[in-house]
């Protein structure tokens, strides 16, 4: 077998007649290969770590339909899982969906007891610098966000709306209900002290689910449970055959989604943004919300730490 040397001493000029097995050769030694796809970027960019698992776990609150929540299998159903599922085909990585209450989420993030969270979870200035109520820092550490779908704060309301509830000022003097650590606690959180100032304070009710919440309002102990537009959306359309509930004002507040990552894992922050923007491309993530009826929610490319 002849070796073909790829290093070339001299600078002579080539004849003319080696002109083109010359070039093929300089081709060939070359060693350049076709550029990846974003598919191959996005695996590529996934962590040792998760790599040499081969599984991604996500904490995620099964208690928050179409967003997440348990099918008639019993298996994780909804818009997040299914997003889930896909990202994970695109990254090359198996998913594992560790049921947590949604007040656990950030904490188990940051404690170690799963990947990220994933979770109708808003980004929002207060979760990524771990501000309390106040305003001020916690003490506890931040997170970082890779956001992937635009929401809505809505209210939702017994059919008819028997109480005229149209916008927070008119919450003022009455009882609302509402899951706990939520986007829309830290709103009727600051609706609280209006309420109060104009001398009509205002009751909040929190539950560990909004399961619990929505039956507060069925049973009249409450006016009005606080909700993401796709979540009071589904359940006015779906509980008692759309019978019970409906949707009133929407709130001007608008949110993205983000997959919640801990602030030290940059690499698999970067991983999930290339691995959702390839999802985008190709056509899967328009699929999904179409299925859950959200596509109104749809994001142009994913965003870290977009959140207002």
Known sequence: ????????????????????????????????????????KARAAVPSAQRAAGVLRIGS??????????????????????????????????IEIVDTPFDELIPGVNGGLFDVAMSGISDTPARRNALGENGMPTGKPGVDFVDYFIAWTSIIV???????????????GRTVALQRGTTQDEIVTRQV?????????LQVHRFDDDAQALAEVAAGKAVADFNDLPVAAYAARSTDNGNRFEVTGALSQSSPYGIVVNRKDTALRDALVKGLD???????????????????GAARAAAINGGL
Request: glycine share 10%; aromatic share 4%; net charge neutral.
């Open 193 to 201: 002290a209006v309420c109060d100032r104009v001398g009509t304070p």
């Open 158 to 172: 017994l059919k008819g709306n028997p109480k005229g509830i149209r916008t927070l000022n008119d919450l003022c």
């Open 278 to 296: 390839e999802l985008m491309r190709d056509g899967g993530y328009d699929v999904i919300l179409a299925k859950w009826n959200v596509s109104d």
């Open 61 to 94: 609150d099964l208690n928050y339909p179409p967003v997440a929540f348990r099918g008639a299998d019993g298996r994780p159903d909804g818009l997040d899982p299914d997003l889930a599922e896909a990202l994970g085909r695109v990254l090359g990585l198996r």
């Open 1 to 40: 077998m002849v070796h073909l040397s790829c290093h070339f001493p001299h600078r002579r000029a080539l004849p003319a007649a080696l002109t083109t097995a010359s070039v093929l050769l300089l081709t060939a030694c070359s060693g350049s290969q076709a550029p990846k796809s974003g598919l191959d």
